[in-house]
């Protein structure tokens, strides 16, 4: 079956630092969806990228989806303590899923002032 | 502004117990999901409900039975509880817009003795 990955499961960043986290499926995907769940919280929408080779930003955040529509990447710049949490990536399950998605295990962020 | 309830944040029952958790959405949303949250597997569907009393497995129902019998509850049943199941359960909900953010309730900490 579908399978999304993400990686690296864990990141320290120095705050001030930049950092990547990457998410790849073994299927290609109609769309992409990111979440991000702060410590004691649950998951909150972040953004959806839909075309391929699609580029979105969000202030310091900025999402990517693949030219093949089958991986996708968040790059964060002079992160802050604010960016504390995990990062999920998810992928439509089909392409007739009514809405369910396939989550990746997270990559959870720890930052040091 | 919109709303995932869930019955309770925290619950602690024993081995062979029946156990109900409550999801309420007040957003006239079609879809919505039942996952649990384990360190490192990230977010696991359980089951699904695009409609009234309509379901759908999910990757991991073994041991889980849902019910939906308005559209703004559905409930997740362990019909006998056991130390595995021992997690975070999340309740979601969705649109059927091709746009379909989900919306995460505030989770249900379950422990099984």
């Known amino acids: 079956g579908q399978q999304v990955m993400q990686i690296p499961q864990y990141q320290h960043v120095q705050e001030g630092e930049d950092f990547t986290t990457y998410c790849n499926s073994s299927t290609t995907l109609s769309n992409i969806q990111w979440y991000k769940q702060r410590p004691g919280g649950h998951p909150v929408f972040l953004i959806q990228?839909?075309?391929?080779?699609e580029v979105k930003k969000q202030k310091r955040l900025t999402f990517q989806f693949g030219e093949a529509k089958k991986n996708s990447s968040l790059h964060i710049t002079a992160t802050q303590t604010t960016d504390v949490g995990t990062y999920f990536c998810?992928?439509?399950?089909?392409?007739?899923?009514?809405?369910?998605?396939?989550f990746g295990a997270g990559t959870q962020v720890v930052v040091t002032p | 502004d919109v709303k995932v309830t869930q019955s309770s944040r925290y619950l602690v029952k024993r081995t062979g117990e029946k156990v109900f958790l409550e999801c309420v959405q007040d957003?006239?949303?079609?879809?919505m999901f039942w996952y649990r949250q384990d360190p490192g597997l990230g977010l696991r569907l359980i089951y699904f409900s695009y409609d009234v009393k309509m379901k759908e497995k999910g990757d991991i129902p073994e041991g889980y039975s849902v019910s939906r019998e308005k559209k703004e509850r559905f409930s997740l049943i362990l019909e006998s509880a056991s130390t595995n199941q021992t997690s975070m359960y999340l309740c979601?909900?969705?649109?059927?817009?091709?746009?379909?953010?989900?919306?995460f309730g505030p989770g249900t900490r379950l422990t099984v003795l």
């Open positions: 998810a992928g439509p399950m089909t392409t007739d899923s009514w809405g369910k998605f396939q």
């Open positions: 957003m006239d949303h079609e879809n």
């Open positions: 979601a909900s969705s649109s059927l817009s091709s746009y379909n953010e989900q919306f």
């Open positions: 990228l839909v075309k391929s080779g």
